[in-house]
């Protein structure tokens, strides 16, 4: 029987506070304004943004190196307006490491170069967007998960979120709330990569295009004593930790004299599973490379999230019945570039411009909201993404294959020796069939032994994350007891060792082997990077939404 819920309706909900969704609002607000200046017809339609995380930017994690371009299109005089930019870019180096040895790459190609991008703090400058926003007039809304699509008649018609007060066995608590259905004439999904409501809506309405790809981002942002960098010095790496076979890299970005981000992205996916992105990162810390700028610092903060690296080739239609798609949630990321935040920026403009459209002429149909698809395929976003379509792709058949196409394609952008199929569970939560284990379902963890100094177990990074959960509710990550017996406990045992033990960033994942073997999950470690959920081999992970207000709490990040 259907639940009673209590019902708001809306013209416009945004589902995520992202930059992605952030500038949509932002961008919506200042057009409507504009027109009502104006107008004999004003229009005042009812917005609000949702999001899962305790405050804004809560869940805001990247490197970051922002490209200015979008921002200085919604928000030219962002810096009279208090925009916190840690650096610009000043000094830029790509090396190529060996464990002990560093290789300075001669010169950085145009394609790669962050000329003029500015270092930023994504939780940070996602805090003073939502500020913005407010200001704007736009009702926001954290502590607040979307749990499920609402769908009536064929289309998208708002959201139902999280159920509050559910104790671990699923008994009601006193204080109890059911979700709340928020209706809305447009949902607007930027839940960043690998979205749990992305994920159900895909499945309700087929989007035809191949699956979608993911890569892991670990990072940790440091205090260190001054002298060792200046403000803007960015360090780009390749090779040291990772085998040849494996694509990986890693960062620095020096936001001060004495505070800078580092971090390491690791590829894994559903047949090459056996990775830890953790520990990655901390040997990439003892190369002398990063030991010489680190020694005697201070780790301030520390967190994951999975970064989705198909391209332009995976993405989804940016629209659909009832709803737009933005940031992440599209795929919005230039893997040759390694940044997405402008183009997740760009895409919130563009839905901007869309809603306005679709607002002034009362229109809400799926026709209406395709003209964003029109938008998207005229702009600046579009053509950056499709000369950067093979960039990932090259790096399949390993790095010293990847580096010739990628320096080929530095001559002709897009080039592609082979024609590589995505085709994946990754973005289905369906078994695969097909599934054929590369190599490194045969790779080893190697040993290691953090030093609480420079390097440091995941249990004890948890500690400079800012994760909390309330305990006495369900476990959010839903494996069925059978696929349990089956699969974790035999069949992925034997095939791949059981990798959710190495590839999950927070150790929320334990195979313990007394008294009885069983699988033992911490759901409150969870850092909500979403890696279990698109390098599980065989798709028994479901993550669903905690009480809203848990994971982590960047602050810095
Ligand atoms: Fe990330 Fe949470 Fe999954 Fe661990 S359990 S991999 S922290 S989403």
Not at 266 to 271: A, E, R, V
Not at 544 to 556: D, L
């Amino acid at each position: 029987m259907e639940q009673e819920r209590e019902s708001l309706e809306f013209d416009i909900i945004f589902v995520g506070a992202g930059p992605a969704n952030l500038t949509a609002a932002i961008h919506l607000q200042r057009l409507i304004k504009r027109h009502n200046a104006h107008s004999a017809n004003p229009l005042e339609p009812s917005i609000t943004v949702i999001d899962k995380g305790r405050y804004a930017g809560a869940h805001l994690l990247s490197g970051a190196l922002l490209d200015p371009r979008a921002l200085e299109e919604v928000l030219p005089d962002y810096r009279e307006q208090g925009c916190p930019i840690e650096a610009t870019v000043s000094h830029e180096t790509i090396w190529f490491l060996q464990s002990k040895r560093k290789f300075p790459i001669p010169f950085v190609p145009e394609t790669f170069s962050n000329k003029n991008s500015l270092i930023v703090s994504l939780s940070r400058f996602g805090a003073w967007l939502a500020e913005k926003a407010e200001k704007e007039g736009i009702q926001l809304f954290d502590n607040t998960a979307a749990s499920a699509p609402f769908i009536e008649n064929g289309r998208l018609a708002g959201i139902i979120t999280e159920e509050k007060g559910v104790d671990k066995n699923g008994h009601q608590k006193p204080g109890y709330e059911p979700g709340l259905l928020l209706k809305s004439k447009v949902t607007v999904i930027g839940e960043g990569s690998d979205g749990s409501l992305t994920r159900q809506l895909f499945r309700h309405f087929a989007t035809g295009r191949s699956l979608q790809r993911y890569e892991s981002g670990v990072k940790e942002t440091w205090r260190i004593p001054e002298g060792r960098v200046i403000a803007g010095e960015v360090h780009h790496t390749f090779g040291f930790p990772f085998e040849a076979d494996v694509y990986g890299g890693a960062w620095l970005y020096a936001f001060s004299p004495t505070l800078v981000s580092i971090g390491c992205i690791s590829s894994l996916g559903p047949d090459s599973p056996v990775c830890d992105p953790h520990l990655n990162l901390q040997r990439f810390k003892l190369h002398p490379l990063m030991a010489n700028i680190l020694k005697s610092g201070t780790m301030v903060e520390a967190g994951a999230r999975t970064i989705t690296s198909g391209g332009v080739d995976a993405m989804p239609p940016l629209y659909g019945p009832g709803y737009l798609l933005t940031g992440e949630s599209a795929g919005m990321v230039n893997m040759q570039r390694h940044k997405g935040i402008h183009l997740a920026m760009k895409s919130g403009i563009i839905a901007a411009e869309t809603l306005f459209d679709a607002l002034l002429h009362e229109d809400f149909s799926t026709e209406r909201l395709k003209s964003c698809e029109e938008k998207f395929r005229t702009s600046w976003a579009y053509d950056e993404l499709h000369a950067a379509r093979n960039y990932r792709k090259a790096f399949d058949n390993g790095l010293y294959a990847g580096l010739i196409q990628a320096g080929l394609q530095l001559s002709f952008p897009g080039l592609s020796m082979k024609k590589t199929h995505i085709n994946l569970p990754g973005f289905s939560s369906l078994p695969n069939p097909g599934l054929k284990k590369n190599k490194s379902a045969d790779a080893v963890i190697p040993e290691f032994r953090a030093d609480d100094i420079r390097t440091f177990s995941k249990e004890r990074s948890l500690f400079n994350s800012g994760v909390m959960h309330e305990e006495n509710q369900p476990c959010h990550l839903r494996i069925k007891p059978e696929d349990i017996a089956e699969i974790c406990l035999k069949k992925c045992t034997i095939e791949f060792g059981n990798p959710c033990q190495h590839f999950c960033p927070a150790a929320v994942y334990d195979i313990i082997t007394e008294p009885v073997p069983a699988l033992k999950l911490n759901p409150s470690n969870c850092l909500h990077c979403k890696t279990c959920e698109v390098a599980d081999p065989y798709g028994v992970i479901m993550w669903t939404v905690p009480e809203g207000g848990g994971g982590p709490g960047y602050k810095v990040s």
